[in-house]
């Protein structure tokens, strides 16, 4: 009975921990290794070992430039805009009013739809000749004449950050709305006797109350649109030209369309060992900062 | 005076923002709902002149649309009863049972959820089509159940810490043994979890894209899949495409608002934790 009580939590635990080392762990090592050979699909009896000759070539790749600029502008400019777009709905629906129920229920509808219908929808309302934006534009006289978004370099990457800010926004929205919910009433009367007004309240009260939610949510949110690469590959497929392409994008489409899954693959390790090393400096922080 | 403030200051912005957040998905619903003529006429007509289920027709009888729905159905449900099988007992061990490298693993869990896709799916397509499962419902359930296993188990484990410990002490006095308690004492009790955690992995299944694309897309094709696949012919038929959408969203949608205070409950506990 003692020895049953000892392993049995490994037993609950064991089919997750298999299926998580086949299907996860088994295949990040599996890339870690094919990123260290030259691996062409087609040709998968011979896979010599290159060494780091992939990662090498990578920094002489002026397309492994250009897909992280793309990235660092697609991630913070998507993550910010959600971001303050979320907070703002937050703040609003953490207000009293009649139809507050129903406001905070329809406002998550974004985020419950597939990256490929958002992409979808997305092109068509950004459609040159019968996209609905362009006519609402250029009726309001904001655009002179109908843009193709989509279509031209300067104003694609714009066009697929709209779309995922759309997508994205309601996360922050509803985790920040249950964080406002856990700020006690107590400090903000305890505020407003001490003569704060509207903006001081804001600033010395919800900021840092929000903060751990706001830092947690900024982490998940960022992992989650550097890795993302559904909705530009619907909307774009990285183009035009290479003006929407993100790294986790050019690596699959060098490995996928390329067949190249060596190249592909250490551009994978890369982008995971940024993001690690991200992950790894918000850990030390946070544990830094619970300690002191 | 204080109810205009409220209406300008709260309830208009909110307004917007809802506006914001709902118009593309009404604007998918009317178009699949307007006759070719409508769609096909720029300057764009912002009131139908017309509504029509022709699209929606077309899009059961004419294209493969049916075995698609049919095979996300298939891939989703098997990927909601794969994984729950994985994550009760997984839960049931963190949150009754205190043993070395708990918290590591738990760890390790929310670790595996930060890796690309991308990093996963190549070496995957590789596995898959040695083991000859390449475009099979399997794979891609095997492949759903486990991408979404870190988050199940974290929520599923915040469910059995709700049932009382004692209940498991009592049972185990009368003599029952540990896995008679989750199946006799547990399982009864966590059903709603189950349901939450069931739709939530039914959702991002159904939703889901890069797997379904790479471990398979020729004899099994999800929705998401086929749909991209209409977009991909030389004229985009809009009409198609939106009735689609509209069909492949309605599911997600409704399951969404009816399990979203949970899932947000489950999301958000886990945020504050950290």
Redesign the interface.
């Given at each position: 009975m003692k020895v049953e009580?000892?392993a049995?939590?490994?037993l609950?635990?064991a089919?997750?921990?298999a299926?998580?080392v086949?299907?996860?762990?088994?295949?990040?090592m599996?890339?870690l290794w094919?990123s260290l050979h030259d691996v062409i699909l087609y040709r998968p009896r011979s896979r010599p070992f290159v060494g780091l000759a992939n990662y090498l070539a990578l920094l002489d790749d002026p397309a492994f430039w250009e897909s992280l600029g793309n990235s660092v502008i697609w991630v913070i400019a998507a993550v910010s805009l959600q971001f303050l777009?979320g907070l703002?709905?937050a703040l609003?629906?953490n207000?009293q009013?009649a139809w507050r129920g129903i406001?905070r229920?329809?406002?998550?509808?974004?985020?419950?739809?597939?990256?490929?219908?958002?992409g979808?929808?997305?092109?068509?309302?950004l459609d040159f000749?019968?996209?609905?934006l362009n006519?609402v534009g250029?009726?309001l006289g904001l655009l002179d004449a109908p843009v193709a978004w989509l279509a031209r370099p300067d104003t694609a990457m714009a066009a697929v950050i709209l779309a995922v800010v759309?997508q994205g926004?309601?996360f922050f929205t509803?985790?920040l709305l249950?964080?406002l919910q856990?700020i006690p009433r107590e400090h903000y009367e305890a505020a407003a006797i001490d003569g704060a007004g509207r903006f001081a309240s804001f600033r010395h009260v919800t900021l840092p109350g929000l903060a751990?939610?706001i830092a947690?949510?900024l982490l998940?949110r960022m992992?989650w649109v550097?890795?993302s690469?559904?909705l530009i590959l619907?909307m774009t497929g990285g183009g035009p030209g290479t003006a929407t392409q993100t790294l986790?994008l050019y690596?699959?489409l060098r490995?996928?369309s390329g067949a190249n899954?060596g190249y592909?693959?250490a551009l994978?390790?890369v982008?995971?060992l940024m993001?690690?090393s991200v992950?790894v400096t918000y850990a030390v922080r946070?544990a830094r900062e619970r300690s002191a | 005076m204080k109810r205009l403030r409220?209406l300008l200051g709260?309830?208009v912005?909110?307004a917007c923002?809802?506006a914001?957040?709902?118009f593309?998905?009404l604007?998918?619903m009317l178009?699949s709902f307007r006759p070719d003529e409508d769609?096909?006429?720029?300057?764009?007509r912002?009131i139908p002149g017309a509504l029509t289920l022709v699209h929606h027709i077309e899009l059961l009888q004419r294209t493969s649309f049916l075995d698609n729905l049919r095979d996300s159905f298939v891939v989703a449900t098997g990927a909601v009863m794969l994984g729950l099988?994985?994550?009760l007992?997984?839960a049931?061990?963190?949150s009754?049972?205190r043993?070395p490298g708990?918290r590591a693993?738990r760890v390790q869990?929310l670790?595996?959820?930060?890796?690309?896709?991308?990093?996963?799916v190549?070496?995957?397509f590789?596995?898959m089509r040695t083991l000859g499962l390449l475009d099979t419902y399997l794979a891609l359930i095997?492949?759903h159940?486990?991408?979404t296993?870190p988050f199940a188990?974290w929520l599923m484990t915040s469910y059995i810490d709700g049932i009382p410990g004692d209940l498991d002490e009592a049972a185990m006095i009368d003599g029952a043994t540990?896995m008679q308690v989750l199946r006799m004492v547990i399982l009864p009790l966590v059903v709603p979890g189950l349901v939450a955690v069931g739709i939530y992995l039914f959702?991002a299944s159904?939703?889901?894209?890069?797997f379904a694309l790479?471990l398979a897309g020729r004899n099994v094709r999800t929705v998401?899949?086929a749909?991209?696949m209409f977009?991909g012919e030389n004229e985009i038929h809009?009409g198609l495409?939106?009735a689609g959408?509209t069909v492949?969203?309605l599911p997600?949608?409704v399951?969404?608002?009816l399990v979203?205070r949970r899932l947000?409950?489950g999301?958000?506990g886990g945020?504050?934790k950290?």
């Open positions: 009580g000892r049995l939590p490994w609950l635990l089919p997750a921990l299926a998580t086949l299907l996860v762990l088994a295949p990040v599996e890339t094919l777009l703002g709905a609003l629906l207000r009013f406001a229920a329809l406002v998550i509808v974004p985020w419950a739809l597939p990256s490929v219908i958002i979808l929808v997305w092109t068509w309302m000749n019968l996209g609905i006519q250029v009726r759309w926004f309601p509803v985790t249950a964080g856990g751990p939610v947690t949510a998940l992992i550097a890795n690469l559904d619907v986790p690596a699959f490995a996928w899954y592909g693959s994978a390790v982008l995971t993001l690690l992950v946070s | 409220l709260t309830e912005p909110v923002i809802l914001f957040a709902l593309p998905w604007w998918m178009s769609l096909t006429r720029s300057p764009v912002i099988l994985l994550a007992p997984a049931y061990a963190f009754r049972f043993f708990r693993l869990f670790v595996v959820n930060m890796f690309p896709v991308v990093l996963l190549l070496p995957l590789i596995v095997m492949g159940a486990t991408f296993l188990i540990r959702i159904w939703n889901e894209y890069l790479m998401t899949v749909l991209q977009i809009w495409l939106t959408g492949v969203a997600a949608t399951l969404f608002l979203q947000v409950g999301l958000t945020a504050v950290g």
